[in-house]
């Protein structure tokens, strides 16, 4: 699961890392103890400026989701040590994003109300 960058999308690119380290994280593709990439490891890799991944690391610390270490480099935190308020602000910052993009696509209020509600109706089946 690699992070994707949509040049065109207009959310800031240090957002789109910093959701995108996220996700592994919430997904369990880094969990709790492991190490990250490198600022600069994870820069070059995605062809960006070492400022903006420090940006998105620097946020994801200050939120409790991972963590520095001097010398030794920065690892996911213990997720039990994110507060609810700050979950929260992540999935405002994610829904924020999502609608951004679908209404710059012209998508109406209204139609994505109702195809948000088909999709809710569909994973409540699921679960």
């Known amino acids: ?43 070059v890799e995605l062809s960006i400026n070492y400022n903006t991944v420090n940006r998105a690391y620097m946020e994801l610390e200050r939120e409790g989701f991972i963590v520095s270490r001097k010398g030794k480099g920065t690892f996911v935190a213990e997720l039990g040590t994110v507060n609810k308020q700050t ?22 209020p209204d139609a994505i109300i109702d195809l948000l509600q088909k999709r809710l109706k569909k994973i409540k089946t699921k679960i």
């Open 1 to 43: 699961m690699a992070i994707a960058i949509d040049w065109d999308s207009g959310i800031p690119l240090w957002l789109q890392v910093k959701q995108g380290l996220l996700r592994q994280i919430l997904a369990g593709v880094y969990k709790p103890g492991d190490q990250l990439p490198t600022v600069r490891q994870l820069a």
């Open 87 to 108: 979950e929260l602000n992540i999935v405002e910052e994610i829904i924020d994003a999502f609608l951004e993009k679908i209404i710059a696509a012209g998508v109406s």
